[in-house]
């Protein structure tokens, strides 16, 4: 077993238990809010350390561009999608699990062009 064989079989592995991690939070947490952080950060990062592990294995170029452009993809549409899900969430009036204080309130009146940004 040579260097690389263990540093992708440890990167794989950390990916991987981020993977389960995301799994636990998506059914254990209480809202769907705090289920989006779950599924999107450590889902994310698990991606791009197994895609680390792999690029240890592969030998050439086309395949290290490959997994660039499938680590960037993740890491630019994951949290867009999972920004985009929340507020689509909050706005369909999704209840937050208690307690929590609302930054958002009133974010309603701004949307609609009543708000201090767009005066009527």
């Known amino acids: 077993m040579t260097a690389s064989?263990?540093?992708s079989a440890v990167l794989l592995l950390?990916?991987?238990t981020?993977?389960?991690f995301a799994g636990v939070g998506l059914l254990r947490f209480p809202?769907?809010?705090a289920r989006m952080h779950a599924a999107t950060k450590?889902?994310?990062?698990g991606l791009l350390f197994v895609l680390a592990g792999t690029a240890v294995r592969i030998e050439t170029a086309d395949?290290?561009?490959?997994?660039?452009l499938a680590g960037?993809?993740?890491v630019l549409t994951a949290p867009v999608g999972s920004h985009l899900l929340g507020r689509a969430a909050y706005l369909a009036g999704v209840?937050?699990?208690?307690?929590?204080?609302d930054d958002l309130a009133g974010i309603e009146d701004d949307l609609e062009g009543r708000g201090p940004s767009h005066p009527a």
């Open 5 to 7: 064989d263990v540093v």
């Open 14 to 16: 950390v990916g991987g």
């Open 18 to 20: 981020l993977y389960v």
């Open 31 to 33: 809202d769907v809010y």
């Open 42 to 45: 450590p889902a994310t990062l």
């Open 63 to 68: 395949g290290y561009v490959k997994l660039a």
């Open 72 to 74: 960037a993809l993740q």
């Open 95 to 101: 209840p937050m699990a208690e307690p929590v204080f």
